[in-house]
T-cell receptor, first 114, second 117 residues
Framework: GNSVTQMEGPVTLSEEAFLTINCTYT??????LFWYVQYPGEGLQLLLK?????DKGSNKGFEATYRKETTSFHLEKGSVQVSDSAVYFC?????????????FGAGTRLAVHP | DTGVSQDPRHKITKRGQNVTFRCDPI?????LYWYRQTLGQGPEFLTY????????KSRLLSDRFSAERPKGSFSTLEIQRTEQGDSAMYLC???????????????FGPGTRLTVL
């Protein structure tokens, strides 16, 4: 079945450090891939998405490239800020009977210190 | 319409009681989803509506759980005879059906946090 595996957290970084959060997936067909972010006390927000191989999603300085050959969608940011502290979820749209339910990874908590 | 809303935001109940949650999706969205998120985990799919039709239910949705979307607008999720294992965040999301830039994107509400004592 479809699944998402992402690196365990917490990830602790100093401000302005480079961020990578690894995400790999297993899916039939050609899923759409997403990164969602959950700030403390808030709901899930879509951070970025990619709908086909080699697409790069980007938003707020974050980027992720859909790599079909390695079934990966790693999240990167060149210089993190304290305000980026949150839990990040990698997800894919799994088509089951034609219905587009999201399948999430377990989440990676990021803590950025000044 | 500023987004998906859920009510209540928090619910504390005693084991064995029934609880009902409400979700109001973005008005032009025909698709509505319920997910459950336990501590330290990603959200897990529970059920899906296209308009008023419930088209898919997860095996996670036991007989004690029922969801409705009677007029194709708001939805309710009811849990009967709650158990401590039902304690979780219940998330609602909606998405458009018309092709466009937001197609396949799900917009989430703030969630209802349930605590069963």
């Amino acid at each position: 079945g479809n699944s998402v595996t992402q690196m365990e957290g917490p990830v602790t970084l100093s401000e302005e450090a480079f961020l990578t959060i690894n995400c790999t997936y297993t899916a039939t067909g050609y899923p759409s891939l997403f990164w969602y972010v959950q700030y403390p006390g808030e709901g899930l927000q879509l951070l970025l998405k990619a709908t086909k191989a080699d697409d790069k999603g980007s938003n707020k300085g974050f980027e992720a490239t859909y790599r079909k050959e390695t079934t990966s969608f790693h999240l990167e940011k060149g210089s993190v800020q304290v305000s980026d502290s949150a839990v990040y979820f990698c997800a894919l749209i799994g088509f089951s009977g034609g219905y587009n339910k999201l399948i999430f990874g377990a989440g990676t908590r990021l803590a950025v210190h000044p | 319409d500023t987004g998906v809303s859920q009510d209540p935001r928090h619910k504390i109940t005693k084991r064995g009681q029934n609880v009902t949650f409400r979700c109001d999706p973005i008005s032009e969205h025909n698709r509505l989803y319920w997910y459950r998120q336990t501590l330290g985990q990603g959200p897990e799919f529970l059920t899906y509506f296209q308009n008023e039709a419930q088209l898919e239910k997860s095996r996670l949705l036991s007989d004690r759980f029922s969801a409705e979307r009677p007029k194709g607008s708001f939805s309710t999720l009811e849990i009967q005879r709650t158990e401590q294992g039902d304690s979780a965040m219940y998330l609602c999301a909606s998405s458009p059906t018309s092709p466009g830039s937001s197609y396949n994107e799900q917009f989430f509400g703030p969630g209802t946090r349930l605590t069963v004592l």
